[in-house]
C-alpha cells in the first residue's frame, strides 16, 4: 500500500522551533498591552507578571504532555487521550475559538500598525481596518492553498528582528521614561478602580501569552521532540514574560493613569507599541522617532501577519488530529500534496475567521475586550484540561516514555505526579471561573460555541455509526482515501482486475463516493489510435465495464465506465485521473514483479510518482494469482 501524500516531517530543529514559539508568543504584547492597560492601569505590569508565571507553570505540562505523545493535536491529544474522545473533542473545540479570535485580532491590529508606518491614518479608521484585516485573513487562506509554506523559514527573521527592536524600546524606555515614582503610585488603585477592576483585567490579560497551543501542535513536526520541545518552550517563554513585563512598565510609565483612564487603553489601544513610541517625541529627535515608528510599525504589521499565518496552521493541524479520530468530518483529517492539510480545513478558517472580524464589527461595536474575555474562556479551559491530562496520564499509562518530566514531582496515592500540574489545575480553573463571572463574552458567546461544537460532534458520530465516547482510529489506520468523493479503478483482466473493482466499490460504498472504472487499451505505435479496435478487444472491455457497473449497482454505488487508449498505460491512468479530478486512484500489483528485480511493474511505479491524488496499491501475496506473463 503506498501513498502519494507523504505527510508531516521532522524538519523542525530547536532553533526553527524557539523563533515560531517567539514570534507566536511574543506578538500579543502588540495586541495586547492597550486591552489589558484600559482595566488594570498603572496595575498592568503586576496583571501581566502574574498571567506570566501562570503561563509558565501550564508550559510544564505541556512540555511533558508534547514530549511524551509528539503528535498533532496539543491539548486535545492528551485528554482525548487520558480520558476520552468527548473530552478530547470539547477541549479542542474551545481551542479553535481560541485559534480564531488569535486571527481576527492580528489582522485586526495589522492595519493600525501598517497605518502608523506609512502615515495612513485612514487605514486605522472604521470601516477600513475591518475591510484590511479581511483582505489579510483572505490572502493568507490564498497562499496556502497555493503551495504549502515553511513557516520556520520567515519566523527566524522575524524573531531576531523583533528581539532587537523590543530589546531597544525596553532601553530607551527605562532610560527615558521611567520613572520609579510613577511606577509607584499606579500600585495603588486609581480613582474608581477597585478588585472588580483586576478581576476584570486578570483574565483578559492570558491574550498576553498566546501561542502556546501552536507551538504544541508542531510536535509531529519537530526533531528530537523530547529535547527540541521543552527547551524551546521555556526559552521563548521566559523571555517573552520578561520582556512583556519589561514594555508593561515602560508603557505605564509612558501614560500614566489619569481620571481612571490611561492613554495607553483609549487613544492607543489598536497599537499600544506605537503609542511608546509616540511618548519618546520630546526625549528623542523627531527624525529619530519618525524612524523608530516606521521601524515598530513595518515590524509590528509583520508580526502580526505571521501570527495570523501560524494561528491557521495551527487551527489546520488541530482539525487534521481531531478529523482523524472522528471528531469532526473526515475531510479535515486528510492530508493534501500541496497543502499539506487539509484545504477544506484552510477555507473553513479563513472564512470564520473572517465572520467573527465582521460579527465583532457590527454586534459588540469592535469591543476587543469582548473579543479578549471570550479568548479568555477557550484557553483556561484548555490549560485546565491539559493539566488535568498530564495528571491522570501518569497513573493511567505510567509506562509511558516520557523525555521530560513537570517537576517537583510528589506522590498521591502510590503515584508520582508533577506538583505544577497539580497546582496549576485549580489555578487556571479558578481563572476561568472568574472570567465568566465578570466578562460577557466568556458567560455567553463562549458557551455558545462550545455547544454548537457539541451538536457538530454529535452530527459526526451519528453519520458514523460511533458512540460520543468511543475511541476512534486514525484515518491513517484506515485505508487510504478514507476521505474522498471520487476513486479511480484502471480495469483490468483476470482475477486481479476482478478484485481491484470489487475493493474500489467496497471503499466507495463505505465513503459514500463515486467510482470511474477506465478500461486502458495500449495502442502500439503501428497502429492510430483513432481507428477500429480488434474485436475481441471491444468485446473484452465491453464485458468489462458492464462487470463493473453490475457490482456497482448491487452494492448502490454510482460507476461510471469508459474506454481509453493510449500509447502508455501509466500516462492514460494519470490522465484520467487528473481529468476527472480523482481523490484515489486504486492499483492492484501481480506478485510476478516481485519475483523480479523491482517490486512493482513500470505501471504502477509510473503511476506512484506522477499521480495527482493519493494511490492505493495492494500487492498480493505470491502464490495467490499465477497470471500468465
Keep these: ?69 509528539p503528535e498533532t493535536g496539543g491539548a486535545a491529544t492528551f485528554t482525548r487521550r487520558a480520558f476520552n474522545d468527548l473530552w ?15 486571527i481576527a485580532l492580528s489582522a485586526v491590529f495589522l492595519p493600525h500598525y501598517l497605518g502608523a508606518a506609512l502615515s495612513a491614518p485612514s487605514l486605522a479608521r472604521s470601516p477600513w481596518d475591518v475591510v484590511s484585516a479581511c483582505f489579510v485573513i483572505a490572502g493568507i487562506v ?22 532587537v527592536i523590543q530589546a531597544l524600546l525596553v532601553i530607551l524606555g527605562l532610560a527615558l521614561l521611567f520613572s520609579a515614582d510613577t511606577l509607584t503610585d499606579g500600585l495603588n488603585f486609581a480613582t474608581d478602580q477597585s478588585w472588580r477592576d483586576i478581576a476584570f483585567a486578570l483574565p483578559l490579560a492570558m491574550l498576553a501569552y498566546t501561542g502556546l497551543e ?108 481531531m478529523g482523524e479520530h472522528g471528531m469532526l468530518p473526515r475531510r479535515f483529517g486528510r492530508l493534501e500534496r500541496r497543502t499539506l492539510v487539509s484545504s477544506e480545513a484552510i477555507l473553513a478558517t479563513g472564512a470564520i475567521a473572517i465572520v467573527v472580524v465582521i460579527a465583532t464589527d457590527v454586534f459588540a461595536g469592535d469591543d476587543t475586550a469582548f473579543l479578549a474575555s471570550t479568548y479568555s474562556f477557550g484557553v483556561l479551559l484548555a490549560f485546565t484540561s491539559a493539566q488535568l491530562a498530564v495528571i491522570r496520564l501518569r497513573s493511567r499509562e505510567p509506562n509511558l516514555v516520557r523525555p521530560f518530566r513537570a517537576r517537583p514531582e510528589v506522590r498521591v496515592h502510590g503515584v508520582l505526579v508533577p506538583l505544577p500540574a497539580l497546582v496549576g489545575a485549580p489555578l487556571t480553573f479558578a481563572v476561568w471561573i472568574l472570567a465568566m463571572v465578570t466578562h460577557r463574552g466568556a458567560r455567553y458567546a463562549g458557551p455558545a460555541w462550545l455547544a454548537a461544537g457539541l451538536v457538530v460532534y454529535a452530527l459526526v458520530r451519528r453519520g458514523s455509526r460511533q458512540g460520543l465516547l468511543d475511541d476512534v482510529d486514525p484515518i491513517d489506520r ?83 465506465t ?68
Design 1 to 69: 500500500m503506498a501513498r502519494k501524500v507523504k505527510g508531516f516531517e521532522r524538519t523542525l530543529d530547536g532553533r526553527s522551533l524557539f523563533a515560531v514559539a517567539y514570534d507566536e508568543i511574543g506578538s500579543s504584547i502588540y495586541f495586547a498591552l492597550g486591552i489589558v492597560a484600559a482595566q488594570a492601569l498603572g496595575l498592568t505590569p503586576v496583571v501581566l507578571l502574574v498571567t506570566g508565571v501562570i503561563f509558565l507553570v501550564v508550559s510544564l505540562s505541556y512540555a511533558e504532555g508534547t514530549a511524551a505523545i
Design 88 to 102: 478530547g473533542f470539547v477541549t479542542g473545540w474551545a481551542l479553535f475559538l481560541d485559534y480564531l479570535i488569535v
Design 142 to 163: 490564498i497562499v496556502r492553498l497555493i503551495r504549502h509554506t515553511r513557516i520556520h523559514l520567515a519566523a527566524l527573521a522575524l524573531a531576531g528582528l523583533d528581539i
Design 214 to 321: 501552536t507551538v504544541a501542535n508542531l510536535a509531529e513536526e519537530t526533531r528530537e521532540p523530547g529535547r527540541a520541545l521543552p527547551r524551546s518552550l521555556f526559552s521563548a517563554i521566559g523571555l517573552v514574560v520578561v520582556v512583556t513585563v519589561l514594555i508593561a512598565v515602560v508603557g505605564a510609565s509612558a501614560f500614566p493613569s489619569e481620571n481612571g483612564s490611561s492613554a495607553l487603553g483609549e487613544r492607543w489601544l489598536q497599537a499600544p507599541i506605537v503609542g511608546i513610541v509616540a511618548a519618546f517625541g520630546g526625549e528623542l529627535p523627531s527624525l529619530v522617532v519618525d524612524i523608530l515608528r516606521v521601524t515598530v510599525g513595518i515590524s509590528g504589521a509583520a508580526l502580526l501577519a505571521a501570527a495570523a499565518t501560524t494561528a491557521i496552521s495551527g487551527c489546520t493541524r488541530l482539525a487534521h488530529s
Design 478 to 560: 484506515l485505508p487510504p482515501g478514507a476521505d474522498f468523493r471520487r476513486i479511480l479503478v484502471p480495469m483490468k483482466l483476470g482475477d486481479i482486475g476482478e478484485e481491484m473493482v470489487a475493493t474500489a466499490i467496497a471503499l466507495a460504498k463505505e465513503r459514500h463516493a463515486a467510482v470511474e472504472a477506465a478500461f486502458v487499451v495500449r495502442v502500439p505505435r503501428a497502429f492510430t489510435l483513432e481507428g477500429p479496435l480488434p474485436e475481441d478487444v471491444e468485446r473484452r472491455a465491453a464485458e468489462s465495464l458492464a462487470e463493473a457497473r453490475a457490482l456497482g449497482e448491487d452494492n448502490g454505488v454510482e460507476v461510471e
Design 562 to 629: 469508459r474506454v481509453v487508449r493510449s500509447r502508455s498505460i501509466g500516462h492514460a491512468i494519470v490522465e484520467e485521473a487528473t481529468a476527472r479530478g480523482a481523490d484515489l486512484i486504486v492499483l492492484g500489483s501481480s506478485p510476478r514483479w516481485r519475483r523480479q528485480s523491482r517490486f512493482f511493474s513500470p505501471t504502477v511505479d509510473h503511476v506512484l510518482r506522477h499521480a495527482p491524488c493519493e494511490v492505493l496499491v495492494v500487492a498480493f501475496p505470491d502464490g495467490v494469482f499465477d497470471e500468465p506473463a
